[in-house]
């Protein structure tokens, strides 16, 4: 896989920050994991992707993250029904990002969210994931890439 | 026409008959009420014959009694005459069929009596009327009251003589005709009893026929409409049908729901059904195909060639998120109905399997000659030494992995990782060339140039270090399927013989069997590079009983110092000769145990020793240190500067050397077992490194090396 | 079929011409003309009133698409076969979508053809 189709997923998570009030977000040095043990905070969002490459992408963060990035676009209701609600936001600007890019050869699901890590269901056992941190504010959150051609 | 009455054919003759047999009874019952109404017509006039017996022997009296009175005379025989023409003529009637009058003095038709009882009494009645009647005649035709008194004498005889006879004959006559009627309203009876019976019977012929029949018809369609359903269960292939407006039909297959994840098809339109899994391009061309199929013009299999569905690639959401990819292969064919076009049937089939069966065949095929390739990239090297290299391969990339695990926004902490990450990547190369693994070599090759370029950037952020992050991907990736290649090799017994026939004859002859031999061949390849003439004399190496940890260190070690001494010390062929030395430069390694227990390697070569003075000018050019400070170090200053990191006297930069890693990564590695460095050199004659470590300095480490595994 | 049924070759290629001709069934169909754009097939179909035309559709001088609109407006009983290469699946439904009848995909062989243009005039009175 490309580093420009990796930069893609990477930037549609720094577009979603950056239609925040807040919008210095920091990108950290990417990294290889093994699926067996895929890492994740609090909650996690995940898109699925078919076409000339297949695989999953999410977006990960801790519960605190969500909290503030919340309050940050003005909602102040912070129930986990909203943190929820958030996740799958981000995963969806992350969609919207790469469908944009990519354009009609990629097909993008509508994001999942889920707590903790994704089920192997996403994550082919045998295959490495790309981690992403992405920091925002004190908080690090991830964007994790697992693709396959 | 009644072709056209097909399965009706016999309901239609059942009703035919049925109102035929209704008809005749009818037209039989017309027939014989006529009949009746006739012969009630004979029985009247035959009893007003009797009457008239009577009223004949009544006038003859009465014309005796009105003797002399011409009025009365008048009258009776008026009554005569009557009563006398009417019964002669309807005698005759009765006799030979013809008219009389009724009561009325209509004329009348009677049909000549045929029954026997009735023919006797008739023909009895004529013999006696002839007399009877003659007397009678005369009595009319009288003239003068003479002859009529006479005449009415003899025929008051005869009267009064038959009179009874006649009247018993008229009256058995009346009472046959009589029962020729009632017969002949029995046999109406009967007739109409049997009609009736006839027509009921028919009715139920009807009934239970016909009703068994439909009912039996019906049930052929139920159970055509079950076998359709049961096929329509249980094949494989989506089916339906598409009308003219691309609606789906209301029968379908229970397979389409399946392979449309679960989506109920009736009534949708075509486009509903698949719009969201193919393109939008590819939906219109469909649409615009599947409309072809309608116009009655255009050779329906002619057209199969443009069919945009024939394999198709759709991928269906799941629960989950993700996708599932099928291959679906849609048919197009016509159904006619009368010759027209009414619909067309779509069958889908999942291809899925096939698909993906051609793909396997077509990967494993490039994977086959992909691995063929590999295969000559690693055939030359000795098992063992590839089995050593790949795993320190992923060690390497499990540091690598590591140190861009670690986060920090610092520029300084950035470019360290930098630095270090170029470390990994350029030992690994060293190696990676002393084995002539070549693609490897390249690989790290490029690796390298973009964390030069990176270092050239004069802000680092981390994204930068994505670059970074995939070609360690796509180096583990290519190590991963040597190492499956490798591991294959390995398993044929011949390979595990290093000296096997597989090795390039170009091979140094003198070389026994040896872990070690790859560094003879550095030494050649990197000789030949620098267009010098170099020979290496290992010796201890394959004696000195050491651990796989050590075995890997002194693996590194002696490949640096080798490559240095060919790439700095070793000078070219006709230099030597011109300084009285052999054209070919000759370089000992020499690995020992010594009586201590320490492990010793030392590397000498018999070239121009270290060259103090170009590293004095390297120094200056940096630009680090003063001019002056530089002018005042020692020998001993300015080889401490060859084991900082970046610092490179090499003229070029190539696979060999200049990428000025090299010195300080020893340094680093022979720092981590507590060994200890020696150099010593004499210009134009020799320079040797010696590293010693400590006995115990392996077995401790040896946790370490389990580390680096990426993740 | 006792009289062969006229037939126009078009198609800018000599060789898939040629093939065309050797291909189509001498004794029910008589290859009468042919040409190489779509301007010189109207004057040919025009001239020579054919039964049956087969027609590529890339040419130079007016498409197989354009030409087939054209052929069709003189007379829309017209029995045109599209023999062209399949390289979007759109232009060929296009191609009948103007009135053609049928699709033979190049690269064919003689039998493909023959059974093609027997097809295409099977109906034919």
């Known amino acids: 896989m490309s580093e420009e189709t990796l930069q893609v997923f990477i930037d549609g998570v720094i577009n979603y920050f950056h239609h925040t009030s807040e919008k210095e977000v920091k990108v950290g040095s990417p990294y290889l994991i093994e699926n067996n043990s895929p890492a994740a905070f609090d909650y996690t969002g995940i898109i699925g992707i078919s076409g000339p490459y297949r695989g999953s992408v999410y977006f990960t963060a801790p519960k605190a993250l969500l909290t503030h990035l919340l309050l940050a676009i003005g909602e102040k209701d912070t129930s986990m029904e909203y943190i929820m609600d958030l996740v799958g936001e981000v995963a969806n600007t992350i969609a919207g990002n790469a469908r944009s890019k990519f354009g009609q050869d990629f097909l993008i699901s509508v994001p999942v969210v889920v707590e903790g890590a994704p089920s192997n269901i996403h994550l082919p056992k045998d295959l490495r994931s790309y981690v992403i941190p992405v920091y925002w504010r004190a908080y690090s959150s991830a964007v994790v890439i697992c693709l396959e051609a | ?711 | 079929m006792t009289v062969p049924l006229k037939m126009l070759i078009v198609d800018d290629s000599n060789i898939i011409r040629r093939k065309i001709e050797r291909g189509s069934d001498g004794e029910m169909f008589k290859v009468v003309g042919s040409a190489d754009s779509g301007v010189a097939a109207i004057e040919k179909f025009k001239a020579l009133k054919p039964d049956v035309v087969t027609m590529d559709l890339t040419m130079p001088k007016m498409d197989g698409i354009e030409c087939i609109s054209n052929l069709i407006s003189i007379d829309p009983k017209a029995r045109i076969l599209v023999v062209s290469a399949l390289s979007d699946k759109a232009t060929g439904i296009e191609a009948l979508e103007k009135g053609a009848r049928g699709f033979l995909c190049k690269p064919f062989d003689e039998k493909k053809l023959s059974d093609a243009l027997k097809e295409l005039v099977q109906d034919y009175v």
């Open chain 2, 1 to 711: 026409m009644w072709s056209a009455l097909g399965k009706y054919k016999a309901i239609v003759v059942s009703i035919a008959l049925f109102l035929i047999l209704d008809a005749s009874v009818l037209s039989l019952n017309f027939f014989i009420s006529f009949k009746i109404a006739d012969d009630a017509v004979g029985v009247n006039l035959a009893g007003r014959q009797r009457m008239l017996t009577q009223r004949t022997v009544k006038s003859l009296y009465d014309l005796r009694l009105a003797e002399g009175d011409t009025v009365k005379q008048e009258t009776a025989l008026n009554e005569l005459k009557t009563t006398y023409n009417l019964f002669n003529t309807t005698l005759t009637a009765f006799d030979k069929g013809g008219e009389t009058k009724n009561a009325n003095g209509e004329t009348v038709v009677l049909k000549r009596v045929n029954s026997d009882a009735g023919r006797v009494a008739i023909d009895e009645a004529k013999i006696i009327w002839q007399p009877y009647s003659d007397a009678i005649a005369k009595v009319i035709a009288a003239s003068g009251t003479a002859a009529m008194a006479q005449s009415l004498n003899s025929a008051i005889v005869i009267a009064g003589d038959k009179n009874l006879l006649l009247l018993k004959l008229m009256n058995d006559l009346t009472v046959n005709l009589e029962q020729v009627a009632t017969h002949q309203a029995t046999v109406l009876r009967y007739i109409q009893t049997g009609g009736i019976t006839l027509a009921i019977i028919n009715f139920l012929i009807i009934l239970f026929h016909f009703i068994g029949e439909l009912r039996q018809n019906d049930k052929f369609l139920e159970d055509a409409r079950k076998e359709t359903t049961d096929i329509l269960d249980t094949v494989n292939e989506g089916l339906f049908l598409l009308d003219k407006d691309l609606v789906i039909g209301e029968q379908q297959s229970s397979q389409l729901a399946e392979i449309f994840g679960g989506k109920d098809a009736r009534g949708l339109k075509f486009s509903d059904l698949i719009g969201d899994l193919v393109k939008p391009k590819d939906l219109e061309t469909a649409q615009r195909f599947v409309n072809l199929l309608f116009r009655p013009d255009v050779k329906g299999n002619l057209i199969s060639d443009l069919n945009p569905l024939n394999q198709v690639e759709i991928n269906i959401p799941d629960e989950d998120g993700g996708y599932i990819t099928r291959h679906l292969s849609f048919e197009f064919s016509r159904v006619s109905k009368d010759g027209e076009l009414k619909n067309v049937l779509v069958t889908v089939n999942d291809i899925t399997e096939q698909v993906m069966l051609a793909r396997e065949l077509e990967e494993t095929k490039e994977k086959g000659e992909q691995q063929l390739e590999m295969l000559t990239s690693i055939l030359h090297a000795n098992p063992g030494v590839l089995k050593r290299f790949i795993q320190n391969a992923f060690d390497a990339y499990g540091r690598i992995n590591k140190i861009l695990k670690e986060q920090s926004k610092s520029p300084a902490v950035m470019q360290r990782k930098l630095n270090d990450i170029f470390i990994e990547v350029h030992n690994f190369k060293g190696e990676a060339s002393a084995l002539e693994l070549d693609n490897f070599a390249e690989y790290a090759h490029v690796f390298e140039d973009d964390i030069q370029a990176l270092k050239q950037q004069s802000k680092l952020a981390g994204n930068d270090f994505l670059k970074l992050a995939v070609h360690l991907e796509s180096l583990i990736r290519y190590t991963e399927s040597i190492k499956e290649l490798a591991d294959k090799l390995a398993s044929f017994a011949f390979n595990q013989d290093p000296s096997s026939s597989v090795r390039s004859p170009t091979n140094h002859e003198n070389v026994t069997s040896s872990d070690w031999k790859h560094l003879t061949k550095l030494c050649e390849n990197v000789s030949q590079r620098d267009k010098k003439q170099a020979q290496l004399v290992l010796t201890g190496f394959d004696e000195a009983k050491i651990n796989d940890d050590a075995q890997k260190l002194v693996n590194e070690l002696s490949i640096q110092f080798i490559r240095n001494a060919v790439v700095h010390s070793i000078e070219h062929p006709e230099f030597r000769k011109a300084r009285g030395k052999h054209e070919t430069g000759r370089i000992d390694a020499r690995l020992s145990r010594l009586p201590t227990g320490e492990l010793e390697l030392s590397v000498h070569d018999d070239g121009c020793g270290i060259n103090y003075e170009k590293i004095r000018s390297k120094a200056l050019m940096i630009g680090k240190w003063d001019k002056a400070e530089v002018e005042k170090f020692t020998h001993q200053q300015l080889l401490s500067l060859i084991f900082l990191p970046g610092f490179s006297t090499a003229d070029n930069q190539n696979e060999d050397a200049g990428r000025g890693v090299g010195m300080d990564i020893i340094k680093k590695r022979i720092d981590q077992y507590q060994g200890k460095i020696k150099v010593s050199s004499s210009s134009g004659k020799h320079c040797q490194f010696t590293v010693t470590f400590p006995a115990d300095a392996f077995a401790q480490n040896e946790i370490d090396t389990q580390q680096g595994k990426v993740a």
